[in-house]
């Protein structure tokens, strides 16, 4: 006979399966990252969001891939190196920089991107189609509990 008990899984447990986890599947993304030949995930962000996003200011790009302001301008310059990316002054405004993929950064990342999508596809493809559902949810859920009011 299954007994069931009244005692709630802690949150600290939670915390620390969910952290395990985390860090199993980052550094999965991680490794695939660094086998498509990017020396920086900050390289991979910066021209990700802009394929998914368009061009966007530089603070833009910063606060979506979690970078500050000088590794944001690091990233950009070391892709407008590269031949990745432009930079384009505002037209409304010529404090504000946008930057833009070129032909040469979109082929790169539109293959380096579908290639990354499948290494991740293999972390998840044991989960049904409901539990990515569900799964999604609940951190959802999480991370808008976590989340200070005042950075709502």
Do not use: C
């Amino acid at each position: 006979m299954m007994m069931t008990s009244s005692k709630r899984t802690s949150g600290s447990q939670l915390f620390l399966s969910f952290w395990k986890a985390s860090r199993a599947v980052m550094r999965v993304d991680q490794q695939s990252i660094a086998a498509l030949g990017f020396n920086s995930l900050s390289d991979f962000a910066v021209l990700e969001v802009l394929l998914h996003k368009g061009p966007l200011p530089v603070n833009t790009i910063g606060q979506k891939v979690l970078l500050t302001s000088g590794s944001i301008t690091s990233a950009v310059q070391r892709l407008e190196n590269q031949g990745q990316v432009t930079r384009v002054r505002g037209e409304g405004d010529a404090r504000v920089v946008v930057v833009h993929l070129t032909p040469q950064g979109r082929a790169l990342i539109e293959e380096a991107y579908a290639r990354h999508a499948d290494d991740l596809e293999e972390v998840f493809a044991d989960l049904s189609e409901t539990e990515r559902v569900e799964f999604l949810k609940i951190l959802k859920k999480i991370r808008k509990k976590a989340i200070p009011q005042n950075e709502k």
